[in-house]
């Protein structure tokens, strides 16, 4: 071997020396950048999403069945004014004597669009006045914003996600309204907007949350029936609630980690 | 190299660039900032504007309504729960104060099987004869002022005693000679105590009756209550009944009950009352001298008309109808 050689060698064995050192030094430059406070630019400057860990609770067996959530939700989030869509709603179980299934109703049955009035105006029909009502509650529904979302899974455009504080967001810009997320979604959570071509849902009123502020559904409640609060405060009124009751999620078996709380279920509601 | 080899490479090569600049044209900036989405699209959501203010921002101005609905019973209830979101009040609109009140107040109180026992429900069809809720309850503060102790007296020192002081006005049998001063006979207990206690705490003022109930000690009053509402109150009816006085009435009933008999102990019973105590009652209600929530509003609408013909049809009435309802 003669010297040229060898010192081509070297050379090489230097260059690649440096090249991998730049490499390691890229690497370590990109993480702790990565790493830094970057948080997204929020109304509060002083919120930072990766201290919350959001979570909502609903105590069943103090709602009412008036429909002030559903309404402050429409208004608050412009959800489209008829009975066919809704971010949030309230389902009414009610067992007869003599029956063995409940019967199932919401604000899209026309007996209760009846009794409103209007479609743009939500109350539940005194339908069962004449019969003999063995067991009856009302049961608030809305996203449950899973810790696993099969929705965020199947979108094919990343504009459905899941933020750092436990919120699943869409962006309406990036949403192609394919509606994959509406099917994959085990609760009926989410509904699409035809009018602007994208999927909407409950995003537990995110402007207001990040702001300190409760969302509307809860602020409408008037019995407290809805609670939200943040898991990593260990007082807060969720976190209470969710470790001094027997709380149940719906459909745990989906896999889907859903992160609102129920108390006062029955068996039946799903 | 075979040369259609390295053609092929090339167009290759030539397609992963278009394809990674098409990618980098399209690819909004802040996509994959915090993950695969937009990273703007947070912010964006986050700005949206609020449209519920919270009770707090109600303060600056309504601090009065507000310490009004904060210490009664619908304080769980938030400003906007009825009167709407406030995110253009005051600059651009005026909330609204609900027109109809039996629609809005059943949404939460109509009774309803499903609704949970502890909410407090009435029946639509046999509460308050289709009158407005408001009429009765402040929204602000809808428990009716109609808490009712129990009266323990006893009737034959209540007799000494109205005997002593209170005869000489309101007659020997509690049935009085002047039209301006109430019988007392046969009234309810409850509401003797009630009147009593106003006009010895000064809350309820009358040249007359104030210094009277000074003098009375608590026992005394339990007493005089036990004997009128024990005493016999047959007297000749007075007023007569005309169509006005009967339409106007059915406004009352809910309280007062259809003649004037009285459904809760806590509130007079009108029947064959002193027609022209009634409508002095009335007006001093309307021109504010006499303070009670429910009465100050309803009195305010009535014109003299009004209140001279329901006098007189109260006046008219036998009073030995019992009571309609006792409570429960």
């Known amino acids: 071997m003669n010297k040229e050689r060898i010192s081509s060698l070297l050379a090489r064995r230097a260059f ?37 860990r959001w979570a909502f609770a609903v105590d069943a067996t103090k709602c009412i069945g008036c429909l002030r959530c559903v309404e402050a939700c429409k208004r608050e989030n412009e959800v489209l004014p008829d009975a066919h869509h809704f971010n949030t709603w309230v389902e009414r179980y009610v067992y007869l004597e003599g029956e063995e299934k409940p ?24 339908r069962y006045k004449d019969e003999k009502v063995e067991k009856a509650f009302f049961v608030p529904k809305l996203c449950n914003q899973c810790t696993n979302p099969a ?38 959570a989410r509904w699409f907007n035809a009018k602007k071509n994208v999927t909407q849902k409950c995003y537990w009123c995110y402007h207001r949350t990040t702001r300190g502020m409760m969302p509307a559904c809860v602020e409408a409640c008037p019995v407290g029936a809805r609670m939200f609060g943040d898991l990593n405060d260990r007082q807060s009124r969720v976190s209470l609630f969710v470790r001094n009751n027997r709380v149940r999620v719906l459909k745990p078996e989906t896999g889907n980690g859903p992160n609102v709380y129920y108390l006062g279920l029955d068996k039946d509601v799903v | 190299m075979p040369k259609h080899i390295v053609r092929l490479t090339v167009l290759l090569f030539c397609g992963l660039f278009f394809a990674l600049v098409m990618k980098w044209a ?54 906007e729960t009825c009167h709407g979101a406030g995110a253009e009040h005051p600059a651009k609109a005026q909330l609204a104060i609900p027109e109809d009140s039996r629609k809005l107040c059943s949404l939460c109180h109509q009774k309803m099987a499903e609704r949970p026992r502890a909410q407090p429900q009435i029946d639509l069809a046999q509460h308050g004869a ?62 003797i105590v009630h009147r009593l206690a106003a006009f010895k705490s000064g809350a309820q003022k009358d040249p007359m009756m104030s210094t009277m109930a000074q003098a009375l000690g608590s026992a005394d009053i339990q007493n005089l209550a036990t004997y009128y509402g024990a005493a ?6 007075k007023g007569r009944v005309t169509e ?14 259809e003649k004037g008999e009285g459904v809760n102990p806590a509130w007079p019973r009108l029947a064959g009352q002193k027609p022209g105590y009634l409508a002095d009652a009335l007006k001093a209600f309307r021109a504010g001298l006499r303070k009670d929530p429910t009465m100050s509003g309803i009195a305010r609408s009535l014109s003299d008309a009004d209140i001279s013909s329901l006098a007189s049809y109260y006046a008219a009435q036998s009073c030995s109808i019992p009571l309609a309802r006792k409570l429960p």
């Open chain 1, 151 to 188: 929705c965020v899974q199947v979108c094919p455009t990343g504009a459905t996600f899941k933020t750092k504080d436990g919120v699943v967001l869409i962006d309406q810009t990036y949403c192609i309204g394919c509606q994959y997320c509406v099917q994959a979604c085990p609760y009926g």
């Open chain 2, 130 to 191: 289709a009158q407005q809720c408001v009429v009765c309850h402040d929204p602000h503060s809808p428990k009716l002022a109609g808490v009712v102790a129990a009266v323990r007296g006893d009737a034959s020192a209540g007799h000494a005693k109205h005997a002593e002081t209170c005869a000489g006005c309101h007659g020997e049998q509690g049935l009085s000679d002047n039209d301006a001063w109430p019988n007392l006979a046969g009234q309810n207990a409850a509401y």
């Open chain 2, 232 to 237: 016999s109150c047959a007297a000749p009816a």
């Open chain 1, 103 to 126: 019967r199932i109703d919401s604000q899209d049955d026309p007996v209760n669009i009846a009794a409103s009035g209007s479609e743009a105006q939500y109350r539940f029909a005194d």
């Open chain 2, 244 to 257: 006005e006085g009967k339409a106007l009435a059915k406004n009352c009933a809910a309280c007062h009950g």
């Open chain 2, 26 to 79: 399209f690819t909004a900036p802040s996509f994959y900032q915090y993950g695969h989405y937009r990273g703007d699209a947070v912010a964006e959501m986050a700005s949206r504007k609020v449209a519920y203010q919270g009770a707090a921002s109600c303060r600056s101005c309504h601090s009065e309504r507000l310490a009004q609905w904060s210490a009664g019973s619908h304080k769980s209830v938030n400003c």
């Open chain 1, 16 to 52: 690649l020396r440096k090249l991998g050192a730049s490499a390691a030094a890229a690497g370590v430059a990109a993480k702790v950048l990565a790493a830094s406070p970057q948080r997204p630019a929020y109304p509060d400057p002083n919120y930072d999403w990766s201290q919350h």
